[in-house]
């Protein structure tokens, strides 16, 4: 069983037949930067000519954006498969038929590991370090198929670039490749390292939730839906046996688990069993879907108009809190693609500061945190193109916001047990509520 991640997040757990096919799963991967340049490129078996990327470039040409580039492109003699991530491609090249999801994840496992050895995936940051891409890359992929994946495990095969490290590797001309096989390919529980040691015993875990939604005219939800994920760090001594219940667990839909997770016992008890990887790693995505569960934290009233054969138009808006359970909602920000006929806007703020670019069309609204006793607004004069004919259809408003302490789909944690040690950790549960695609149409 396998649980896969398609390019815009959304996961498929699916079982797959492990055929001798996947001896050659995936030849060569090619990075390739926002403005088609191909700036780094790995060959497994034989090297495959980079022309084969023209295919992909003709479909990103048809694409009416970056995320609607298709993952899967065949070729004559190739498949091309591919993710976007962090405003990079990642291409994949496969001579045989595989099951594509299984490619995939593989590729969002690659820019998982980057993000946590740099710090970012980002072009700069894999130039950067080039010598420890390449030495990740031939230790994730072994003759075509996926080997070491998991973070702690690589980090005892090939150390973390730090500047020192750098600056004596220059010097020796050592590399970061380690002397010792990981204890993790000893054991049968391959993402977790045997002999782990801790002074302090901690287990913390971060529930967050981000809400996409569009809201009409009249306010009322056209969609609504949660995207959450549990993030857990565990610095637990020894091989610890944990299991995390929740108060309300039938709330998750389309969930997707770390392999550690026992399955079985999900399906059974909705409980969460698992001996944990030592470190960062993300325990489970999930969905909620149903409207009726997704509360919308705030509403905004708008009015917003243009004159026809006049050279001016006006902007009124106004944010308050909605469903917020109690909770502060805070960081809010609103971003107004204007028409273009828009020259100037003169607009006075209750709270916060705007910002209009005149070039982009672009109107940013920084409120900062809502106070239920005055609600912040931003009103006044839209300056028009004159002669131009009015808009045909009014600006959407996009809305940023953070709620601390609260999971907005009602999810709570009730109790983290352990098992198979002796001693009492440290536990703590954090909650964040963030705003997705948030769209209010005016």
């Not at 490290?165 to 990981?182: A, E, Q």
Request: net charge neutral; aromatic share 10%.
């Amino acid at each position: 069983m396998l649980c896969v991640r398609t390019g815009g997040g959304s996961r498929l757990r699916l079982s797959l037949p492990f055929s001798n096919g996947f001896e050659k799963m995936i030849h060569s991967l090619f990075l390739i930067n926002c403005s088609g340049d191909i700036f780094l490129e790995k060959h497994w078996k034989s090297v495959v000519s980079q022309s084969v990327c023209d295919y992909f470039f003709e479909a990103q040409e048809k694409a009416a954006d970056v995320e609607n580039v298709p993952p899967v492109i065949s070729t004559p003699h190739h498949y091309l498969i591919s993710i976007y991530r962090d405003k990079l491609f990642f291409v994949s090249v496969i001579q045989t038929e595989v099951p594509p999801l299984f490619v995939i994840e593989f590729l969002h496992r690659v820019a998982d590991t980057f993000q946590d050895y740099f710090g970012e995936c980002s072009e700069a940051a894999i130039k950067d370090n080039v010598v420890i891409v390449y030495e990740l890359l031939e230790e994730m992929l072994d003759n075509g198929f996926p080997l070491a994946t998991e973070s702690n495990i690589l980090k005892e095969l090939i150390k973390p670039p730090t500047i020192l490290r750098s600056v004596v590797n220059s010097i020796t001309g050592s590399s970061n490749v380690g002397d010792t096989l990981p204890t993790g390919q000893l054991s049968n529980i391959p993402w977790r390292r045997a002999g782990v040691k801790y002074t302090n015993n901690e287990a913390y875990f971060d529930v967050v939730e981000e809400i996409d939604a569009i809201i009409d005219k009249s306010g009322s939800t056209v969609f609504a839906e949660i995207q959450g994920v549990i993030d857990a760090c565990i610095k637990l001594s020894g091989m610890p046996d944990l299991s995390l219940s929740f108060m309300n667990p039938r709330l998750l839909d389309d969930v997707s688990f770390h392999p550690c997770i026992r399955f079985k016992r999900w399906e059974s008890e909705r409980v969460l069993s698992f001996i944990p990887p030592d470190g960062n790693f993300r325990l489970i995505s999930y969905r909620v879907s149903s409207q009726n569960l997704v509360a919308i934290p705030v509403y905004v009233k708008h009015s917003i108009s243009f004159k026809e054969n006049s050279s001016c138009g006006r902007f009124d808006i106004t944010i308050g809190p909605k469903q917020n359970m109690g909770k502060t909602i805070e960081g809010i920000t609103v971003t107004v693609h204007m028409p273009k006929v828009v020259l100037n806007m003169n607009l006075t703020p209750t709270q916060g500061s705007y910002t209009f670019d005149p070039v982009t069309k672009v109107l940013t609204w920084d409120v900062g945190k809502i106070t239920p006793q005055k609600l912040p607004s931003l009103k006044g004069l839209v300056n028009l193109q004159s002669g131009a004919p009015k808009p045909e259809e009014n600006p959407s408003l996009n809305i940023q916001f953070k709620i601390q302490q609260l999971a907005i789909s009602g999810l709570k944690v009730n109790r983290l047990d352990m098992y198979g040690e002796k001693y009492k950790p440290f536990k703590g549960v954090k909650y964040v509520t963030k705003a997705g695609k948030f769209q209010v149409r005016t």
